[in-house]
């Protein structure tokens, strides 16, 4: 099972909190390749973590489901682990 979206979302702010520091010395001195290929890694995974938020958030909505039992509202993830 995949992690949920706070699992991502606090994985998302703990690679920004080791960015930060990161780019104010890359500010200081921009032509030092190599800390700007580790803050390129870290924005890579910090668009990885956001896409798979998206990908929750996107699955999770919650939608209308009229039934012959009646209406009742169900989440697209739950109509999705039912097929």
Known sequence: MLPNTSVWKSKREELK????????????????????LKIKA????????????NKENRLGYVTRKDGLSGT????RRDSLEAA
């Open 72 to 75: 009742s509202w169900v989440t």
């Open 17 to 36: 909190k080791k960015r930060r520091p990161l780019f104010r010395d890359f500010e200081k001195c921009p032509s030092d390749v190599v800390l700007t």
């Open 42 to 53: 870290i924005d890579d995974d910090i668009a990885v973590c956001t896409e798979h938020i």
